[in-house]
């Protein structure tokens, strides 16, 4: 594994950790991590055939919705 792929992971490990009111661990994104996250999406699906594209439509849709609001409320917080 290079060190550049190294140092990514330590990077991502060191993310923001909070807890829910269940206890579960929760890891905060940046604005720029979702909206990165975002475009990968977008990329992804650029990738897959349209009817795969077509098949999971409103799957890919939902987690982009879901991320978008994250981001939005990323946005209020500041």
């Known amino acids: ?6 140092q990514q992971i330590i990077s991502n490990m060191e993310a923001k950790v909070v807890y829910d009111v269940d206890g579960a661990i929760r890891h905060l994104m940046s604005k720029e991590d979702l909206l990165d996250l975002y475009r990968k999406i977008d990329n992804f699906m650029a990738d897959c055939t349209k009817e795969e594209v077509g ?9 982009k919705t879901l991320i978008h609001q994250r981001m939005q409320q990323c946005t209020k917080k500041v």
């Open 55 to 63: 098949h999971f439509k409103q799957d890919f849709i939902g987690v």
């Open 1 to 6: 594994m290079s060190q550049k792929v190294t």
